[in-house]
């Protein structure tokens, strides 16, 4: 457990809502957005204007606004899938097109779902999650976090098979949960006994069912890329030093791309 930041050795499960520092009930100081440290409740709060709305989780509407349009766009319209257009066929996730150069597809076929339950589920995880998590992180860190959480889910799908395509938000909305995992962790709650917890059981549960057709591979790699890279962020917003959270997220994100095109042009299907 995490310790008072003011006093070493007081452990605690609560952090300022705004530095996210850990401090003891002798440095909580209670204010209209929670908890504050002694340092944090001496500032004066900002009045917001349409200049400073970072924090307001617009990048998420934008995500899901990008993700329904390119839906209309696809012709996926059927419950659950098949068919597709043009636009579907250029978009979507598949190895041996990724290793011919068109590396635009490990993003692109995070954009694309197959079938009106396909985004339908994602879109409303992604809605539950990134509100959230974008509102904790700001918008640029949150942009970070998803963008390597969704390079990280390609990267999985892809180690799970090359010669399958492979559409939708899902290994970075995994990413999200992870990164909700870490952010339970650092407020002292046990994330296996949270919502967040129970619903990434029962999503890795269903994947494993016959006849989903679920990428289990980008889930996972959703999963673990947004785990590392909100850890990274986590650090940083520890210390005062955002930029630790950003190259852990550009790490997490070369990473999966680099390990993409390694595998991108070897055929195989794994499970």
């Known amino acids: 457990m995490a310790t008072c930041y003011r006093h070493p050795g007081r452990e605690t499960g609560v952090s300022c809502s705004n530095c996210g520092r850990p401090i003891c009930p002798d440095c909580m100081t209670p204010t209209p957005v929670g908890m504050r440290c002694p340092d944090c409740a001496k500032q004066r709060t900002q009045v917001r204007s349409l200049g400073s709305v970072a924090s ?12 329904v349009v390119a839906f209309l766009g696809s012709g996926q319209f059927g419950v659950s899938g098949g068919g597709g257009s043009e636009l579907y066929a250029r978009g979507a996730l598949y190895g041996p097109l990724v290793a011919d150069g068109e590396v635009y597809r ?12 396909h985004i339908l589920f994602n879109m409303y995880l992604l809605y539950l999650l990134g509100t959230q998590l974008e509102q904790r992180l700001g918008t640029p860190r949150y942009a970070a976090l998803y963008v390597a959480a969704l390079l990280a889910g390609s990267f999985g799908a892809l180690a799970q098979t090359t010669v399958a395509v492979t559409v939708g938000a899902s290994g ?53 890329g947004g785990i590392a890279a909100m850890w990274a962020i986590d650090q940083g917003m520890q210390r005062r030093q955002p930029w630790i959270g950003y190259a852990g997220c550009l790490l997490v994100a070369a990473a999966a791309v680099a390990g993409s095109l390694a595998i991108a042009g070897d055929p195989h299907d794994y499970f």
């Open 172 to 224: 970075a909305v995994f990413g999200l949960a992870g990164a909700m995992l870490i952010e339970y962790r650092r407020l002292g709650i046990d994330p296996l006994r949270s919502d967040i917890g129970g619903l990434i059981l029962f999503n890795m549960a269903l994947s494993l069912l016959p006849g989903f057709n679920v990428s289990i591979g980008g889930h996972l790699g959703g999963l673990v």
């Open 106 to 117: 490990l993003v692109t076929g995070g954009f694309l779902h197959a079938g009106l339950l």
């Open 56 to 67: 307001e989780p617009r990048l998420t509407y934008v995500i899901i606004g990008i993700c």
